[in-house]
């Protein structure tokens, strides 16, 4: 499944194994918390997000250089 998501002023696709709210909502808590105390290559990865993948209880974010994709954990 297919769904947008807000997150600082950009629409971001983000793409669901199953229709689970619970795990959007944590998805945007996680990526707050992560631009305040994650490490700088994080950070840049966010900065440049272009689409998330959650499957189970990981999210891929996908960004502009490929180089900086990263898999974060929801839970």
Do not use: W
Request: glycine content about 2%; aromatic content about 6%; proline content about 1%.
């Amino acid at each position: 499944m297919k769904t947008l998501f807000l997150f600082q002023e950009k629409t971001i696709p983000v793409y669901l194994t199953d229709t689970n709210k619970h795990a959007l909502d944590k998805l945007s808590a996680v990526l707050h918390r992560k631009l305040e105390t994650g490490k700088n290559a994080l950070k840049k990865c966010i900065a440049s997000l272009i689409s998330v993948e959650i499957i189970g209880s990981e999210a891929t974010l996908h960004s502009l250089s490929e180089r900086d994709t990263l898999t974060i954990s929801l839970y």
